[in-house]
Nanobody, 115 residues
Framework: QVQLAESGGGLVQPGGSLRLSCAAS????????MYWYRQAPGKQRELVAR???????YYGDFVKGRFTLSRANAKNTVTLSMNSLKPEDTAVYYC?????????WGQGTQVTVSS
């Protein structure tokens, strides 16, 4: 069974920064991709960023250089550094993992951007 443990959400003012981390444990392919998705109230879940097993990174268009996805020294841990946060970034952020698309999901962590 794969488990994904997310941490780092919270309340931040517009223009502020947050760092989200996700640690994967259990048995999964070393070729898996790790993802961050988000879902705002009343909206569909959308891809924020993903990193492949070869460390190829893709960002959603709305990121526009504000977020950085990186892999920690432990191969199964990724960090999403979010800067210049906007109120529209408010959402539940989910970590996911999978070999061909996200198959396993974390419980999500709330990010609220508000003054």
């Amino acid at each position: 069974q794969v488990q994904l443990a997310e941490s780092g959400g919270g309340l931040v003012q517009p223009g502020g920064s947050l760092r989200l981390s996700c640690a994967a444990s259990g048995i999964f392919s070393s070729f898996s991709t790790m993802y961050w998705y988000r879902q705002a109230p009343g909206k569909q879940r959308e891809l924020v960023a993903r990193i492949t097993s070869h460390d190829i990174i893709y960002y959603g268009d709305f990121v526009k250089g504000r977020f950085t996805l990186s892999r920690a020294n432990a191969k199964n841990t990724v960090t999403l550094s979010m800067n210049s946060l906007k109120p529209e970034d408010t959402a539940v952020y989910y970590c996911a993992l999978g070999l061909a698309g996200p198959n396993y999901w974390g419980q999500g962590t709330q990010v609220t951007v508000s003054s």
